[in-house]
């Protein structure tokens, strides 16, 4: 039974934040959204940059040690 009181409480407590802040902080509610979007922007453009640096450093890596693997092959039949 504690389950479905936990499911009605969560939803009560959706519909009731979602109530407030379309009736009584709408305009709070924009300002918020308009500032966070930009920190966002920013942060998520330099985890992508971090990780596409990353990914090209990793197949670089991964090319150099398919090579030697590949020059040292003839060596270990000699």
Excluded: Y
Excluded at 17 to 31: E, N
Aim: one cysteine or more; a positive charge.
């Amino acid at each position: 039974m504690g389950k479905f009181l936990a499911i009605l409480g969560g939803l009560a407590a959706i519909v009731g934040g979602v109530l407030l802040v379309i009736f009584v902080w709408w305009t709070p509610f924009k300002i918020l959204v308009k500032g966070c979007i930009p920190p966002v922007l920013v942060f998520g453009g330099l985890i992508a940059l971090i990780a596409g640096i990353s990914s090209i450093k990793d197949a670089a890596r991964t090319k150099k040690l398919e090579e030697e693997a590949k020059d040292e092959k003839p060596e270990a039949k000699a």
